[in-house]
Structures are given as structure tokens and as C-alpha cells.
């Protein structure tokens, strides 16, 4: 599983790493940060995270 991550798309809503916070890490100005790997366990809280993005900043391959 990877997570490509649109940065220009990124308003800074946090809504991602509200929803799976073990995921998605943000920046100090709010803005999500690349993923370099989604832990083990945590496949689902990264699709729900993509998702409660407002954007469609983010998104799931693989």
C-alpha cells in the first residue's frame, strides 16, 4: 500500500491526521506531510483518513 499525497491540493484542514493520526503526520503549518510507510494494522485508518480529507488531497494505491 501506498499513500500519494497531492501537496499543492493540501489546504491544511488536518482532517487526516485527526482521523488516523498514526498515519499522517502534518507540518508545523498544518499541512500533511509525505508518508513514507503505513504501519502494520493501520491499512483501514489510512483509507479513512484519505477520505476525511475535504481536498481528495490524498489517495490509496496498491
Known sequence: MRVEIDRPA???H??????APEVYELDDDGFVLPVE???PG????AHAGAAACPEQAIRIVG
Open 42 to 45: 493501520t491499512e483501514d485508518d
Open 37 to 39: 510507510a503505513v504501519p
Open 10 to 12: 493540501c489546504a491544511g
Open 14 to 19: 488536518g482532517q487526516c491526521s485527526a482521523t
